[in-house]
């Protein structure tokens, strides 16, 4: 079964405004992580959130972490045209395998 | 590094066929894993390894199996090809390294089964 749900399903925004995507989950987790598929080929790692971490920064990129809520959000900054792609978010459980529950994605469109 | 790559890129079937899905990583990593990819649900776990010589079941393993035989390749097999088993079919792996790890995707293969 799907670990995550990912909302918006599809989110469509100027080049230069702020995307926010959110991800929830069922069971506790180890760490979140988020990945970016663009068409046609395989999912890249972004970044990796751990249990015990609230916030996480990567360039352009800000993750926050809420496990009372189950619930993590991906921000991407001054979006650009190359930032269209499909957002995953990612759970880890259990120990040991490093087994990964996506969710169903987020599509997002940066509109020149 | 080529990191993971997969073979074929693209493969039809007819329903019954037989195949064998091919994922190479050059990385050393002691961790693989095969996925599918239907359009609106994500990504599922179908078999992973933990290292050479073993196998696991992932969340849908039913109707395929896999072989490690080597640290760097990862078989997929489907024994008789089923139109449910159409799909884009991505290999993964990873390796713990310094407090934290990330999995590294192939490209993928398509597979339409008639």
């Known amino acids: 079964s799907q670990q995550g749900e990912e909302d918006p399903q599809a989110l469509s925004i100027q080049e230069g405004e702020n995307a926010t995507m959110n991800c929830s989950y069922k069971?506790?987790?180890?760490?979140l992580q988020w990945y970016r598929q663009n068409s046609g080929r395989g999912l890249v790692h972004l970044i990796l959130?751990?249990?015990?971490?609230r916030e996480k920064h990567s360039g352009r990129l800000r993750v926050t972490l809420d496990t009372s809520k189950k619930s993590s959000s991906l921000l991407i900054t001054a979006s650009r045209a190359a930032d269209t792609a499909s957002y995953f978010c990612?759970?880890?459980?259990?120990?040991?395998?490093?087994?990964?529950?996506f969710g169903q994605g987020t599509r997002l469109t940066i509109n020149p | 590094n080529a990191g993971v790559t997969q073979t074929p890129k693209f493969r039809v079937l007819k329903t019954g066929q037989s195949m064998t899905l091919l994922c190479a990583q050059d990385?050393?990593?002691?961790?693989m894993y095969w996925y599918r990819q239907d359009p609106g649900m994500g990504l599922r776990l179908i078999h992973y390894?933990?290292?050479?010589?073993?196998?696991a079941k992932g969340e849908v393993p039913d109707g395929y199996n896999v072989s490690r035989l080597k640290k760097q390749n990862f078989l997929l097999g489907l024994e008789s090809a089923a139109p449910s088993q159409t799909s884009v079919y991505f290999c993964?792996?990873?390796?713990?390294?310094?407090?934290?790890?990330?999995?590294?995707f192939g490209p993928g293969t398509r597979l339409t089964v008639t």
């Open positions: 993964a792996s990873s390796t713990y390294r310094g407090g934290t790890y990330e999995q590294y």
């Open positions: 069971t506790s987790i180890n760490n």
């Open positions: 959130i751990r249990s015990n971490e």
């Open positions: 990612a759970t880890e459980q259990g120990q040991g395998a490093q087994k990964l529950v």
């Open positions: 990385m050393n990593h002691e961790y």
């Open positions: 390894s933990v290292g050479e010589g073993t196998t």
